[in-house]
């Protein structure tokens, strides 16, 4: 069980997207820092694959890819998994303070260890013993236990981004972060994000122009805030570009139970989009990225992008950024932003309000599910 957390870990729905590093700049020294986009997609139990991605991000881990692969299988686990939690954790022990402890996981608290192995294997045993066999066994399930929020040695909230950091990590490593980290349970042969849910390129799909038939005329049933007419964004795309034949699948989630809340509601108030890991995110409509402020990231929203008027479109679930994605660059309607780790969210904002994008996004590209 572990609680503490180091220093370096990295938020990384608003870190990886302004291309921050940590508490203390201790990772200065890399070039480029650690983004999910730089590891390889590989099968869970490809032992040269995941020793070729560590080496390509300069990790001293990368001799360590069969005790990885091999306490993994040991206890049923995808070894992916261990990866994607050092790399949230330690960015693959690239962290300088890590290295000198050879502990990868920021496991403890004062946990030091002989060699990196022995580390990896007491992680493999510790999530063995005190989490799957205890149904926890999804990386949101593991995370609350694995490093808690509100904890006195997390004093600037970092443990709250866990699950997403991790799953991001994982998610560009291969693995659906939405199904249980078990071997038994990953595809061992997973779609990488440069095919997507299928062969061909990836789609951008606009939307035609016809009105969206709505709930009805309040905002968390498409209605727009001022007139209650279905509301619209001129120039709108569907904000996943999948190859033909990839499923891509959501429905009216706003009122399910979630956060940030909105209309004095515990209400998710935005529309999860769901795909394989990999598929590329574009901009929905024109404008200026910016970044989520603090309390915006704590509810999973990454970035939005700015309209006139006042108008934003929040997401969050990304594996990784497209180059050149920054805050305050501005983006046309379908251009990449990065890859989804199959779980997009999108919100959207006008006059203040919370918006229903789900039957805007029904009239542009139906759901396969």
Known sequence: MRAPRLPAAIVIATAAFLGLVAAGRATETLAPPL?????????PTDVSGIARGLAGVGSPLAADADAFVGNGEEVGLDPRALVAIAAHETLLETYPPAQII???FGLGPGWSFHTERDAIATAARTLQSGYL?????????IGPKWAPVGVANDPTGLNAAWASGVSAYYAALGGDPTRPVL????????SCATS?????PSVVMAWGGGLPETGGPRMDEGGDPATGLPATIPGF??????PQGATIGYHDAFTD???PGCYGRPWRCAIPILSAPGVTVVAAAAGTLRAASPGEARTGVAFWIDRPGGERLGYSGLAGYATGIADGVRVRAGEPL???TGTLTVAWVRQGYLVNPYFLLRATRPSDL
């Open 35 to 43: 983004t999910p986009d730089r590891l390889p997609c590989v099968a």
């Open 102 to 104: 050879r502990n990868p």
């Open 133 to 141: 066999t205890q149904g926890r066994v999804t990386l949101a399930d």
């Open 183 to 190: 071997l038994a349970d990953q595809n061992p042969s997973p």
């Open 196 to 200: 997507p849910g299928g062969a061909g």
């Open 237 to 242: 795309v569907f904000p996943l570009a999948a």
């Open 257 to 259: 139970p979630g956060s």
């Open 338 to 340: 990065g890859t989804s």
